[in-house]
């Protein structure tokens, strides 16, 4: 199924996205990767605000090339970066920033699947490498947080249009296709190995 | 011939190879992946390389680097005995590095291990990485290729008792393709070095996998065969593109050796994700040069 989805996310509005489901986005994405991860963490642990609110919100894993023209921010180019690092951080950034959409790339894991399946989330991907169809989808920049970090790592606070294909591979079921798609091969691991006379 | 017009020329013909490079996927690559997409039984998969395919065409046509991640910027160098000046080579180099972060621009990416601060310039100790090799005539080529971290991260090296042979090759690379699932960004292509030690199989195993044109054969028959059988087992795997199920796993698997000691066996295994990004100088000894790839 193809869905057309708005921010703010509504837990129904994910709570129905299976895995193998298309996702185009439309409304407001922020950037975070692993240092904007931590301090998330860091935050809710000294009692912190953070500076932008994530309630029904989608998080992107991107560190995007960003050009300052005439002193205006343009993110030129911005694929998704390997979801996996952010699998330490991400179920508590689910379940206590209150998070819907995740988008990154490689999948994620158990911790976060499980989060996903208790608050009501889901995790998709977004095809890695392709950062210039996904800067096309930007409307333009809403704000930029914790500069400080870098700009790869800042929180960009990005308004888009039909940011996708995003493939939904962690629902709320707890399916994770990426688990499932390794564990396929692990069946087949033998069988290949046999074929090319290992074993 | 003087000096500062050689240093001038190698700098511009660099900036103008990194720039082609991570801006335009070579011939052999595109035609790599419009054969995947079109081989491709599984519609998650179809629609992975479709938009890797429409992000290849939207970057040509903004002129922008195609992935957000311009890598780590390699060169590997060939220079003739005769070429007037090595001298000014490495600085013309680095300083294109410098000049290209800026104005392409390249996401700065080189970081401290231990401090980790970045330089904000793509420059760093040994990086740009230059290897250069020497080769007949009074002609300067080298090719750049910004080697991305996604597909750097689950590069193997292994040491198997020399006497399991192919048989130890065949398993770690079947096991490194498993490994890595989806992390590199499949379709992946895979350089596998053999021999010569542990930094010599990781060597050949970098310059199989990012240099060697998608498409050729290998010139030696028993490798060639390996290849393709490794090829076909690999995309049994079911992985995809990207990882979402499906027999576009690798493009190609590209194997190298060096001759090898008799009591070690070293397997290096490095993998280079679909976005292959390369570019190639050649410089005059009067400083003309053309970029290609």
Partial sequence: MIYLLKTPLQEGDVRKLKVGDTVYLTGVVVTARDAAHRRFIEYLKEGKSIPIDLRGGAIYHCGPIVKRINNEFKIVVGGPTTSARMELYEADVIKRLGVRLIIGKGGMGSKTAKACREFGAVYTIFTGGAGVLAANTIKRIIKVEWLDLGIPEALWVLEVENFGPLLVTIDTTGRNLTKEIIEGAKRKYKEILKKLEVI | ?293
């Fill in chain 2, 1 to 293: 011939m003087n000096n500062r017009i050689l240093e001038e020329a190698i700098e511009k013909a660099a900036i103008e190879a990194i720039a082609k490079a991570v801006i335009y996927i070579p011939p052999d690559v595109k035609k790599a992946l419009i054969e995947a997409f079109n081989n491709e039984v599984s519609e998650a998969s179809r629609l992975q390389i479709k938009a890797i395919l429409k992000n290849i065409e939207l970057a040509e046509k903004m002129k922008m680097p195609l992935c957000q991640d311009t890598g780590i910027i390699m060169y590997y160098v060939r220079v003739g005995y005769e070429f007037p000046s090595f001298k000014v080579i490495e600085k013309s180099l680095v300083n294109a590095v410098k000049i290209a972060t800026n104005t392409i621009p390249l996401r700065p990416n080189t970081v401290h291990p231990f401090t980790g601060e970045n330089p904000g310039n793509n420059i760093g100790r040994y990086i740009p990485y230059i290897n250069i090799e020497f080769i007949d005539g009074d002609e300067l080529e080298f090719t750049v290729v910004p080697k991305g971290g996604g597909s750097e991260y689950v590069s193997v090296l292994k040491m198997p008792p020399p006497g399991e042979g192919v048989r130890a090759i065949k398993k770690a690379v079947v096991d490194a393709v498993l490994r890595a699932g989806s992390i590199p960004c499949p379709p992946t292509v895979v350089g596998v070095g053999i021999g010569g030690g542990s930094d010599i199989a990781l060597h050949l195993a970098k310059k199989a996998a990012c240099l060697r044109k998608l498409g050729s054969s290998n010139p030696d028959p028993v490798l060639d065969k390996l290849e393709k059988e490794l090829y076909e087992a690999l995309n049994e795997l079911g992985i995809g593109a990207m990882g979402v199920g499906g027999r576009s796993t690798v493009l190609a698997v590209h194997i190298d050796y060096a001759h090898r000691h008799p009591a070690t066996l070293p397997i290096g295994i490095v993998f280079q994700c679909w976005a292959i990004r390369r570019a190639t100088a050649r410089i005059s000894r009067d400083g003309s040069f053309k970029v290609f790839q």
